[in-house]
């Protein structure tokens, strides 16, 4: 039976989906992000169809390569995961306003 997209792991879709945007092949994505170029591949391909994990430094790693945080490909929601990508391309001080901003928010469904 073939998996659609919408029953893969979040990780598998995320990573391709990330590796598409950037325009880079798999093998291209498994060599930059230090997996042996005979294997890559093959092992991206089935890191994208949800059929194996990396280990987190290999996640950690494709993330760099792929210009992502790592959690991005983690977050269960995947409006979490656009908020993660997006504090991803921000810069220093904007991550510090929109944390601010996220605990004022909480805050004030606590009071």
Do not use: C, W
């Not at 990396?54 to 929601?77: C, H, I, R, S, W």
């Amino acid at each position: 039976m073939v998996k659609h997209a919408k029953e893969f792991s979040p990780f598998a879709r995320r990573m391709k989906a990330a590796r598409e945007k950037l325009g880079i092949s798999q093998m291209e994505l498994g060599v930059r992000a230090g997996i042996d170029e005979f294997s890559s591949s093959a092992r991206i391909n089935q890191y994208e169809r949800g059929k194996h994990s990396p280990d987190f430094l290999t996640a950690q790693n494709m993330a760099k390569v792929l210009g992502v945080q790592t959690a991005y490909f983690y977050a269960e929601d995947d409006v979490l995961a656009e908020v993660i990508a997006a504090y991803g391309e921000m810069k220093v001080a904007d991550r510090k306003s929109l944390l601010a901003f996220v605990l004022s928010l909480k805050d004030k469904t606590h009071t």
